[in-house]
Structure formats: C-alpha cells, structure tokens
C-alpha cells in the first residue's frame, strides 16, 4: 500500500502542480471583477449592475456547457480541453482591454471567456486527477482544488496594482498573460490522463489508461436511473447555492447587524482559510473513511452557523465562529463532486455524470443568492433568508446521509446500462 501511495505521487506530482494552476483559471476572472468596476464606470459610465451582470452571463455559460464537456471528456480526454480552454480564456481576458463602449460587446466578450473556462474548468482538471491516482485521490483532487483559492488571492492584487500604475486596459493584459504563462506551459508538459500517457507512448500505472468501453462504472442512463444521482444532484443543487449565497451576502449580512465593513470583511476573509483547510482536511479524510457520511457532516456545519447569524450577538468571536464553519463546509463540498461521481458511477461516463452534477452545483450558485437578495428586499432583514439556508444545507445533508454504500461496479458485457 505505501509503495503504491509513493509512486502514485512520484508519477503524478507534477499532474497535481499543473491542475492546482489549471483550477484556478475559473476564480480569477471573478475574484478580480471588483477592481475593475469603476475603472469601467470610470470609461463607459456603466453602472455597477450593468458591469457584475458579466458574472451571471460567465455562470450561465459554464453551467450550460459542462454536461457537453463531460461528454467530451469522456471521448477525448482532459489534456485537449484543458489546453485550448486556457487559449480561449486568455485570449478573452486580453480582448476586453480592446473595448470601446459596447456594452453588448462587454457581455458577448465575457460569453467567450466563460465558454474558455468551462472547457478547461475544474471538472477537466480534476479528470485526470481521478484517472491517475487511487489510494489517495481525495487528497490529491484536494491539494488540485486550492488552486481556486491561490489565485482568488493573487488576481485581485495583481490587477489592482496593475491598474494603479497602467491603467485597466494593460491589467486585463497582465491578468490574461499571469493565467496564459502560469497555466499553458506547465500543462502542456505534464498533463496527461492515463489514456493520453498511452497515446503518447507513455506507458501508465493505472488501470483507467484501458480503452473506455472495458473501464468499470455505469452507462449514463444507468447511472441517471439509480438513487444516489438524484440524491447527489439535490444536495449538491441546495449546497453550492447556499454556499454561494453566504459568499455573496455575507459582508452585508454582518453590516446589517452593526459590524463595521473593515471587520465583517475580515469575517469573509477568515472564511475562505477555513475554505482551504476544508479542502486539505476533507481530502486527506476522503480515503480513509466513507466520504459520502463526511460530505453529509459538511453539509450540515452551516446550520449552526446560521443559529450564531440569527440569535447570537454580532459580536467578532460568534461571527468569526459561523464563518469558520461555512469556510469548512465551503471547502469539503465542492472536493467531493468528481469523488463521489467516480465512487458511485465509475469512470466508464464520468465526465457526463460528473458535468451533470457540476451543473446542479453552478445552477444553484446562481439561482439562490438573487432568491437571497429578494427575501432581504420583501422582509427587510436577512433573517427569513438565513432560515432558508439553514433549511437548504438540513435537506442538502439529509440527502447525502440517505445515499447507500458505494456499488460493486460493472465493467463492459456485465449488462449495466
């Protein structure tokens, strides 16, 4: 077993560099779009709606393009994906420093950097993760993940120190050349699924470079048939838009309640350590005990944390306890969305099922933090919309809990499907 660990991480430790890198081209964009809202006020006198609709157009275009990505995946293997994904977004980043005043052209650009990001998003990244190791593939996916949280600290000092001293037009330049070079030349060299190192002549370790028919797992229509899908597809619906909405809303939630915005911002700030720890904690813990019970324990750690949001005092020490806990929870949910979809329904269609889910995920990211906003606008407060999340990660959890052991995989000709 060790011998097996120690050459999972020798053959593969490069693979894990190049997709930590990989993840975080999804965050950037995002992380970075607040620095450039009033210098685009600034230029076109667009308001702050008009600017952060891009994030909702980026969320919308990942989410719609990650079931066909999967099914890509699945076909061609991550390596392609990833590769031309980075171009493409790249390429995008730097085009907006080209605008003029279009408003539709702002938009339409962002469409293009999001179709980029979900080529190469983090369900491709974490493919071939999942393909080239087995005894500790919860902490490898994890260690790949913080990513995200890498560059959601760079991208936004990068551009605004880059604005400060060129302007915003040279910083989407510089943001779009951190990710091309950070990204594209290490990918290029290192990443590679088990099926691509066969194809390259490289002979892998795993069982998963077998041609895809012959691989263990369910075919789509089985796997959309079975409980634990749909079981999966709600929790992980009713999560990440929970989640999400405390990402949104937190900072206001805090300043409602009297916290000055310097501290509440620290509250956000604390949340996303806890976030990498959740990631590293539920990683090295996905191998060793059954991950669906720690992805329902997880889920459940908000719901204290809304008890502390709605009847606690707004205090630093009860704040700074809720956002810890939703920082865990934040980082263990989205590690377990490709686990549990090989786990389940093994790699024979993974990358459809696991686009499936990533796309019940983004769904809810973008449905419920508006849902959020409009129950704060009609009631006032936020307490009605904390209660709501807090229902929201009880179902989530629940679901989880209700999801049986992981099968006995078929392989081809056992009649699954």
């Known amino acids: 077993m060790q011998s097996t660990v120690r050459a999972e991480w020798r053959n593969g430790r490069y693979l894990v560099i190049a997709a930590l890198f990989g993840v975080g081209l999804s965050s950037a964009p995002i992380y970075s779009l607040g620095a450039f809202i009033e210098p685009l006020h600034a230029a076109f006198g667009w308001n702050r709606t008009q600017i952060v609709l891009a994030q909702a157009i980026f969320s919308l275009v990942v989410t719609g393009v990650s079931p066909p990505v999967g099914a890509l995946l699945d076909r061609y293997g991550p390596r392609r994906l990833a590769l031309s994904g980075t171009v493409i977004a790249s390429l995008a980043l730097a085009m907006l420093s080209r605008l003029q005043g279009s408003y539709p052209l702002y938009l339409l650009t962002w469409g293009v ?6 080529l190469a998003s983090s369900l491709v990244w974490l493919r071939a993760v999942v393909e080239r190791f087995s005894q500790q593939r919860g902490l490898a996916m994890s260690v790949a993940l913080c990513g995200s949280n890498i560059a959601g600290a ?5 551009v605004i120190a880059l604005i400060g001293r060129a302007g915003w037009r040279l910083a989407y330049v510089g943001l779009a050349l951190y990710l091309l070079l950070s990204i594209f030349p290490l990918a290029y060299g290192v990443f590679y699924g088990s099926r691509e190192l ?7 370790e795993r069982a998963a470079a077998a ?3 012959s691989l263990p797992g369910l075919e789509t229509a089985a796997a ?3 409980r634990e899908f749909w079981l999966l597809a709600a929790a992980f619906l009713l999560g990440g838009g929970a989640i999400t909405s405390f ?6 939630m805090l300043t409602d309640r009297g916290m000055a915005p310097l501290l509440a911002a620290s509250i956000v700030s604390g ?3 806890a976030a990498v720890l959740g990631r590293v904690a539920s990683g090295f ?8 019970r720690l992805a329902a324990i997880a889920m459940l750690l908000p719901v204290p944390a809304c008890l502390l949001l709605l009847n606690a005092p707004a205090t630093y020490t009860y704040a700074g306890c809720g956002a810890v806990l939703i920082g865990l929870s934040t980082g263990a949910e989205f590690n377990m969305i490709s686990f549990l979809a090989a786990r389940y329904f093994g790699l024979r269609r993974l990358g459809v099922l696991a686009g499936i889910l990533f796309a019940c995920f983004s769904a809810g990211s973008i449905l419920m933090p508006p849902l959020t906003g409009m129950l704060f606008t009609l009631r006032g407060d936020y307490d009605a919309a904390i209660q709501a999340l807090a229902g929201a990660f009880a179902i989530a959890g629940t679901a989880l809990f209700l999801c049986r052991r992981y099968p006995d995989l078929p392989r081809a000709g056992s009649g699954a499907g």
């Open 211 to 213: 041609p895809l028919d």
């Open 154 to 158: 760079i991208a936004p000092v990068l």
């Open 198 to 204: 066969v194809h390259a002549g490289i002979q892998p």
């Open 247 to 252: 990402v949104v809303h937190m900072i206001p």
């Open 113 to 118: 950097l999001a179709l980029g990001v979900g």
């Open 224 to 226: 959309v048939r079975s």
């Open 285 to 292: 813990l996905m191998d060793r005990v059954f991950a669906t």
């Open 271 to 273: 949340m996303n350590i």
